[in-house]
């Protein structure tokens, strides 16, 4: 507790930072409990809980294998009975959850041999899958506070740790859609916290972990890994990377001591997954290839769109260019210090231009742009506009919500929600470039002096 004057020079007691922190947390707790009950985002649960069961049964390693058993419906032919591309981190996770099902709600569920057969529906089984999901959202929320804290004092600290802990966007993905974004965000956040604290040597590894839960973050590495190169004595680059190297071994360390191709036949699966222009991510491709009077979703990225180029190799050259100018930018602000908006955007930019999207893959914005404490008022603009058009991306494409097959209201609703979050870019785009304008005409100005 801490004690305060009021006006008339009584002593007023209020809650510490701490305190108040221990009530957000509680309060994000209950909510997510009380909302996980509600089972939808049907699909990729079953994948979940077939995760869990064939981890559990087969092993990390024999995981990646194809397997008649898992090869559902929505599974047919691309990932050959994998049910998750995903990489092990987030199997490891599933394969505990099915451990302690296993162990305290159903010691039969080892013995299924067939994924039609395993209990979907199970609540206890549906509340386990998201456990670990909920710890990473929580610890996300600590972190956020605790980082903006030491910048911008105690109640922008609060208000940015409750504006992540209670988004309805993060809490549709999560407790509704039971989304693991919250995993690779976690260790995405702590990369870019200690890449702005110049600690390199916990960067990297962070980093990796990233990473080795969810492909999306593969987007930082080029820039992160060039600030790290330039910013720090050799001694701490090459310990960076030693570190970065045992992080990343302890987590395949499993998988490679049960079968040595194990990594290759991740690495097959989660190249092959998904191959469209977008995978209901609403985004540059989805509003141009609607519009076009095709279907984002069933049009295959390997698609040519004009003289040989095809869509994928469109989409890199877009980013490729789009990164280049803001890699730049960003190690021009960096010789006075990192800012985590700039990796915000950066995030934006591989949603709004890549193939292959989903309709979350946004989420990694959200935490990022929130380390910087929402100070500026786009900023806060940008935040506020990326929470709905995420949130509605989800909304737009839950069959619980739309119906089947969707109306042509609902498809019109997708286009402008497309519209919206190519509109946010081009914003942000324009807010940034002259941010590095400034830059430049400002040292412009002190040579010239």
């Known amino acids: 507790m801490q004690t305060q004057n009021t006006e008339d020079g009584a002593p007023r007691r209020s809650l510490s930072p701490w305190a108040q922190l221990a009530i957000l947390l509680v309060v994000s707790l209950g909510v997510r409990l009380a909302l996980a009950p509600i089972l939808m985002n049907t699909f ?15 092993g990390i390693a024999r995981y990646y294998e194809p397997s008649a058993d898992y090869r ?11 049910p998750l591309p995903y990489p092990p981190i987030q199997i490891y996770s599933y394969d505990l959850m099915g451990h302690v099902y296993q162990r305290f709600f159903d010691s039969t569920f080892y013995d299924h041999t067939f994924w039609r057969e395993l209990p979907f529906d199970s609540l206890a089984l549906n509340y386990l899958i998201k456990v670990p999901l909920f710890v990473f959202e929580l610890l996300l929320t600590v972190v956020i506070f605790i980082f903006v804290r030491g910048r911008q004092g105690d109640r922008v600290a609060l208000v940015c740790a409750a504006l992540y802990a209670l988004n309805p966007a993060v809490l549709y993905g999560g407790s509704l859609w039971a989304q693991p974004d919250s995993i690779h965000c976690t260790f995405l956040a702590l990369a870019l916290i200690f890449l702005i604290e110049g600690r390199p040597v916990a960067a990297v590894p962070m980093l990796a972990l990233a990473l080795l839960s969810k492909p999306q973050p593969a987007v930082f590495v080029p820039i992160a890994l060039l600030l790290v190169l ?16 045992g992080t990343a071994l302890l987590v395949l360390l499993p998988m490679l001591l049960q079968d040595s191709r194990s990594i290759l036949n991740m690495l097959s699966v989660m190249s092959r997954v998904n191959p469209y222009v977008s995978a209901n991510a609403h985004n540059f491709w989805w509003l141009v290839v609607s519009l076009g009077g095709e279907d984002p979703g ?30 730049a930018g960003i ?14 955007f950066i995030g934006l930019m591989f949603f709004t231009f890549g193939v292959r999207m989903h309709e979350n893959h946004a989420m990694q914005v959200l935490p990022l742009l929130l380390l910087s404490g929402l100070m500026l008022r786009r900023q806060r603009v940008i935040f506020g506009v990326l929470s709905a058009t995420i949130l509605a991306n989800m909304l737009l494409h839950s069959p619980e919500v739309t119906g089947e097959p969707a ?16 509109a946010i870019f081009g914003f942000w785009s324009y807010e940034i470039y002259h941010e590095f304008r400034e830059r430049e005409q400002s040292e412009f100005g002190q040579g010239y002096a």
Do not use: C
């Open 44 to 58: 990729d649960r079953q994948d979940y809980i077939s995760t869990a069961h064939k981890a559990m049964k087969y």
């Open 72 to 82: 559902g419906v929505k599974n047919e032919g691309g990932l050959r009975g994998v």
């Open 230 to 245: 330039i910013s720090n004595p050799l001694k701490q680059v090459v310990t960076a990377a030693v570190a970065s190297a």
């Open 298 to 327: 069933r049009l295959k990225d390997s698609a040519v769109v004009f003289w040989g180029i095809s869509y994928f190799a469109l989409a890199m050259s877009i980013i490729a260019l789009l990164y280049a100018g803001v890699t």
């Open 331 to 344: 190690i021009r602000k960096a010789r006075e210090h990192i800012r985590a908006e700039h990796f915000a």
């Open 407 to 422: 109306s042509r209201l609902i498809e019109a609703a997708r286009l402008i929600n497309a519209a919206a979050n190519v």
